[in-house]
C-alpha cells in the first residue's frame, strides 16, 4: 500500500484485539486515509475464512495485525538553480490474521 507504515500503524493498533464486527464500526469512522485500505483487508480476511473454512465472522476476532514496511519509490524534486532533492515514497505491507472465539 502507498501508505507510510507509520500512518498505518496508528490505524492497525486501535483495532488489534477487537472483533471483527467492532473493528469494521471503527474503521468506518475514521478519519485517518490508512482506515478503508484496513477496512477493505479486513474485509477480504472475514470472506477468506467464511469461504475456505466456514466461519461466520460472529466468531472472528483480529488475533494479530503487522504493519512492515515496503520498498520506497525514490524520485528527485526539481530545486533552485538546476539542483534536486530526494523524495522518498514509503510503502507498506500489512499482514492480518484472524482467530475463532
Known amino acids: 500500500m502507498r501508505i507510510a507504515p507509520r500512518k498505518v500503524r496508528l490505524v492497525a493498533d486501535s483495532i488489534r484485539g477487537k472483533s471483527v464486527r467492532e473493528a469494521e464500526r ?3 469512522f475514521m478519519v ?3 482506515a ?6 479486513v474485509r477480504s480476511a472475514v470472506a477468506n475464512t467464511k469461504n475456505n473454512f466456514n466461519v461466520g465472522p460472529e466468531k ?3 488475533k494479530s495485525i ?3 514496511k ?3 519509490l525514490k524520485r528527485i524534486m ?10 522518498h515514497k514509503h510503502t507498506s505491507h ?3 490474521t484472524l482467530e475463532e472465539k
Do not use: E, H, N
Open 66 to 68: 503487522t504493519v512492515d
Open 36 to 41: 478503508v485500505p484496513v477496512l477493505k483487508l
Open 26 to 28: 471503527l474503521l468506518k
Open 94 to 96: 500489512i499482514s492480518i
Open 60 to 62: 472472528l476476532f483480529v
Open 32 to 34: 485517518q486515509k490508512s
Open 78 to 87: 526539481p530545486r533552485a538553480r538546476g539542483s534536486a532533492s530526494p523524495i
Open 70 to 72: 515496503g520498498p520506497v
